[in-house]
């Protein structure tokens, strides 16, 4: 790591956020390019730039700079470099490898959890210990250790038997969930988890920027009850104590249509959740937002950041399937077009200790407009996806008012963008119902072309089951 900053040196830090500051987003999806449009706009904001972001942000007007996001004390030098007075961090990863602990060791300012409390992300037994703890309704569990394996019958039969959930502990890409129907998928999994150790590369990257995680501890993975519902994502901003709740938004995670096909990194997001009420809502604070942050403290791991509760609704009841430590994507670039309000304050009140002030000060304003964000996806994606397509019809959409393009895997090629990913592109749009805003969302999709593109026409429709 670069030299630590003497105190003299170290950026003035503002209790209330009225001047405006140089910020960085880190990370190079749709979720940071949303980020970072909305941060960009803040009266509070003087410059902006994405690290590394991508070429299709660059051509949508916003500054990105290269840097290995792995490599933290590269990143603390380039936010040095551009004179950066505040970083906000976008991808677990990052957070769970103790991006924020390194850079506020180096005097910087960051928005996001420190290492210990992303572990709510990255480590499911300690989430679930956290619950458990706080008494936060989730679904009946066991964790497993390798040693355990050959007892998974009977933790499946002392849990209701199959089908059943086994989850990985650590991050995994998205891939460390199994919903197993019988016996012989059970054991398959416990085998690529324990045996064949598949997601544990994926831990082992993800740790490698930080100092204190040399030695990958044994994998451990949890058993637990199938839960039925609707699924919905809640954030909050918090500071440890205080909360701001946001909008609540719905993810589609299949590939098709209908809810069908393999699970993916999300293809398309919706807000508000119309089947959720305000009094529900007030329940899902008080039961699963607020419990959880006076366990953390206790277990000395106060969080501060963006907390994610991904839920599974039934009627009046509810559960925590997961939470994450981060915003999430798609739901922020279905969440963050529809506040009206400043959010720069609020993420860099809680990153400098003074949230509660510039809350107040500045507190949340929503439109009353639903928002319809709509992903496109490769040919291929998500077990191979197709790359190297020219994309055509963006630039008509960046220039104009309407539906807004957020851009994830593409580069730029030949004067113009290619496709580099899966994900390619989404597309938000607002409109006075959820079937306005779609219904718009698909006539900018409609603009838009590369080979092989694919993208879901019923996001936040009855069809899709919200
Ligand atoms: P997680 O990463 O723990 O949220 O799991 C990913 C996805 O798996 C969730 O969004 C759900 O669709 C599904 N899932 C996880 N846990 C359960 C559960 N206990 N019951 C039903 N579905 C689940
Ligand atoms: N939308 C799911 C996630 O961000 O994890």
Redesign the pocket.
């Known amino acids: 790591m670069p030299r630590e900053l003497k105190k003299t040196e170290r950026p003035e830090r503002q209790e209330l956020l009225t001047k405006p500051i140089r910020v960085a987003v880190l990370g190079s999806g749709a979720?940071e390019h949303a980020l970072a449009a909305k941060l960009v706009a803040s009266p509070c904001c003087r410059e902006l730039v994405v690290l590394p972001g991508n070429e299709g942000m660059a051509r949508a007007g916003l500054k990105t700079a290269p840097v290995d996001l792995k490599d933290h004390a590269a990143v603390a030098a380039k936010l040095r470099e551009l004179d950066i007075e505040f970083a906000v961090i976008g991808p677990?990863d990052l957070l769970a490898a103790g991006l924020v602990d390194d850079l506020e060791a180096e005097g910087l300012l960051a928005f996001g959890p420190k290492r210990a409390a992303a572990r709510i992300e990255s480590s499911k037994a300690f989430a679930k210990e956290m619950m458990e703890a706080a008494g936060i309704p989730t679904a009946r569990h066991v964790v497993l250790k390798a040693d355990d394996a050959p007892k998974l019958e009977q933790v499946v039969e002392s849990l209701g038997g199959y089908p059943i959930v086994m989850k990985y502990d650590g991050l995994a890409l998205?891939k460390g969930v199994r919903i197993c129907v019988d016996a012989r998928e059970g054991a398959e999994f416990v085998k690529e988890v324990f045996e064949d150790k598949i997601f544990e590369r994926v831990g082992r990257s993800e740790a490698s920027g930080s100092k204190d995680t040399k030695k990958t501890p044994p994998p451990l993975m949890v058993v637990e009850q199938l839960l039925s519902g609707h699924e919905v994502?809640v954030f909050a901003l918090t500071d440890g104590k205080r909360l701001a709740v946001l909008e609540p938004s719905c993810?589609h995670?299949r590939l098709g249509e209908g809810n069908v096909g393999p699970n993916t990194?999300?293809m398309g997001?919706y807000s508000p959740v119309p089947w959720l009420g305000a009094e529900q809502l007030a329940e899902i604070v008080e039961k699963v937002f607020a419990p959880l942050l006076t366990a953390m403290r206790e277990a000395k791991s106060s969080f501060k950041g963006l907390l994610?509760a991904?839920l599974m609704v039934r009627g009046r009841d509810f559960w925590v399937l997961e939470y994450?430590a981060?915003?999430?994507?798609?739901?922020t670039q279905a969440i963050l077009p529809r506040l009206e309000s400043d959010l720069l304050p609020l993420l860099y009140g809680i990153a400098n200790g003074c949230f509660e002030r510039n809350l107040d000060a500045n507190p949340m304003r929503w439109s009353s407009n639903a928002c319809v964000n709509v992903v496109a996806a490769s040919r291929g994606y998500p077990e191979a996806p197709e790359t190297g397509m020219k994309i055509e019809g963006v630039d008509d959409l960046l220039l104009a008012k309407g539906p807004r393009v957020y851009f994830a895997g593409v580069k730029a090629r030949e004067g113009g963008l290619v496709t580099s990913g899966g994900r390619v592109l989404g597309v938000s749009a607002l409109g006075e119902s959820l079937d306005a805003a779609r219904s718009d969302a698909m006539a900018a999709l409609e603009k838009i072309r590369f080979e092989g593109m694919k993208f879901r026409r019923d996001v936040g429709s009855v069809r899709a089951n919200y």
Do not use: I, T, V
């Not at 981060?326 to 739901?331: A, N, S, V």
């Open positions: 979720r677990d998205g994502s993810d995670k990194g999300g997001a994610y991904g994450n981060r915003f999430g994507d798609p739901e």
